[in-house]
């Protein structure tokens, strides 16, 4: 299995997750012309995709998913909710391409079984993803408010996990976001702090996941090397270690090829 996160942060999310002839790009929440680029960037045809699996309906999820579906004929799979809430938003999808998903039911969409699963977001039927195949599973558990056992056990023993670590809490107090902007962030239907994502790392690391990337960090109220740094620190207060990477906001800094017990990074 590839798992490549090309985008991932407020200002735009996108990740592409293959398994030989099946492409999948979870979210898109840059330009349709972006996140093609950055596909070939990294050797993967956009006319090739499989589909698009949209995790939620805001615009950092979804402002591309219209364009790239009429460009390239995509299918594009969203639970009921998330599809109640972004229809008018993408523009038209030809009907072929509506693909229903159900919150907690797997599906096979060619060689990669998907969940799924709850999260805690302000949003219509949010999910977060994950991604099965023979010998290799991943997940993606981004935009949610709180530490649920739900997402928390769908993600345990995976072998790489896309984990949000949104916002330093002195930055987002300190910083000059609106107090409801502030509220929002910090409600259990916002995002992951640092210590946040430090917390669930942990739980995650101790039920055998390998490989730890933090994902969709604000740009006003985070740093990668602060995030990186607050979640290893955690894990090193509960006796542990782990391989941890931070994503790019803007493009993909390296691809990883998930095989058995081996999970490598190829840097681009």
Not at 3 to 13: M, Q, R
Not at 112 to 134: K, M, N, Q
Not at 143 to 166: F, H, K, M, P, R
Not at 180 to 187: H, P, S, Y
């Amino acid at each position: 299995m590839i798992f490549a996160p090309l985008f991932s942060g407020s200002g735009g999310n996108a990740i592409y997750v293959a398994e030989g002839d099946t492409h999948l790009l979870v979210d898109a929440g840059i330009s349709g012309t972006r996140i093609a680029k950055e596909l070939c960037r990294i050797g993967a045809d956009p006319a090739r995709l499989s589909g698009i699996l949209i995790t939620h309906e805001h615009t950092d999820h979804i402002s591309g998913a219209g364009v790239l579906s009429r460009k390239y004929n995509l299918p594009v799979y969203a639970t009921v909710g998330t599809w109640r809430a972004m229809r008018e938003k993408i523009g038209a999808v030809h009907r072929d391409n509506i693909g229903i998903l159900r919150t907690g039911t797997a599906v096979s969409l060619g060689g990669i079984t998907v969940l799924p699963f709850p999260i805690s977001h302000d949003a219509e039927e949010p999910v977060g993803y994950s991604f099965t195949t023979p010998d290799a599973r991943c997940a993606v558990a981004t935009d949610t408010g709180e530490i649920q056992e739900g997402w928390i056990s769908c993600c345990e023993g995976a072998d790489l996990v896309l984990l949000e670590s949104n916002y330093d809490p002195g930055m987002l107090r300190m910083g000059p976001y609106p107090y409801d902007l502030k509220r929002r962030i910090m409600g259990n239907k916002g995002h992951l702090s640092n210590e946040d994502a430090g917390a669930a790392a942990s739980r995650l690391i101790a039920s055998g996941v390998k490989q730890l990337v933090l994902g969709h960090l604000s740009r006003e109220n985070n740093f990668p090397e602060l995030a990186l740094r607050t979640v290893t620190d955690s894990l090193i207060a509960a006796g542990q270690s782990a391989s941890i990477d931070v994503a790019r906001r803007d493009g993909a800094a390296g691809i990883y090829e998930l095989r058995g017990n081996i999970c490598a990074k190829k840097s681009i």
